[in-house]
């Protein structure tokens, strides 16, 4: 792992890539059809119309890899991913996607530049690392109201959710609001301070 000050540097013009609008290969969407003789399509969307797509062949699962068929620069391409089992603690087994660049267990691997690895080989960043704190709760905010709650007002509990994790949630969800209260207060007393806290001059 690298010290203070090593990586890459970007410049002020340039940014990391956005893993949103990478394509990827999520396994746990794709472990239902493990071992089954069914190619899954995997589509994205970009404002409502179809980006790109790709097809996903699980039958090999069961000698330890599955082969992804996409395009790139117009040519047809196949890219075997290695599976591979961690044990749990309570017995059984839980499978992971090996990245062929650094080796390591992933749920999720992503395309950039041809070729299918995690998102620490392809120096991928994630949309809200780029928010400011106000921007990044209330991105948390929207977040926990549209996937973990589904739309339901928080006084609500979601139909077969327990009480215990509908608790949880909603005391997640009380935390990021009262965060993001705090930092809008601040802003306005820096704002007010900056621009009205000064005295007309009355000097003639």
Not at 57 to 77: C, M, Y
Not at 79 to 103: D, K, N, V, Y
Not at 165 to 173: G, S, T
Not at 187 to 193: A, V
Request: proline fraction near 6%; charged fraction near 30%; glycine fraction near 6%.
């Amino acid at each position: 792992m690298g010290g203070i000050g090593s990586g890459r540097r970007y410049k002020s013009n340039e940014r990391r890539p956005d893993v949103e609008i990478c394509p990827a290969v999520d396994l746990r969407v794709l472990k239902p059809h493990l071992g089954s003789d069914v190619l899954v399509e995997q589509k994205i969307y970009r404002n409502n119309s179809l980006n790109y797509k790709f097809l996903i062949d699980p039958s090999d699962a069961k000698e330890g890899f599955i082969a992804v068929h996409f395009r790139h620069q117009g040519n047809h391409q196949t890219q075997q991913i290695s599976l591979t089992e961690m044990p749990c603690h309570l017995g059984g087994s839980r499978p992971f996607l090996l990245c062929p660049e650094c080796r390591e267990q992933f749920l999720v691997l992503y395309l950039k530049d041809g070729a299918w690895a995690c998102k620490h080989c392809h120096d991928l960043a994630y949309r809200s690392q780029r928010l400011n704190p106000r921007k990044r709760h209330l991105h948390a905010i929207q977040k926990i109201e549209n996937k973990k709650l589904k739309g339901a007002p928080p006084d609500e509990k979601p139909y077969r959710m327990k009480s215990k994790k509908h608790l949880a949630i909603v005391e997640e969800l009380a935390a990021h609001h009262i965060a993001h209260l705090k930092l809008a207060q601040k802003w306005h007393h820096d704002l007010k301070n900056k621009y009205f806290s000064k005295k007309p001059d009355n000097k003639i």
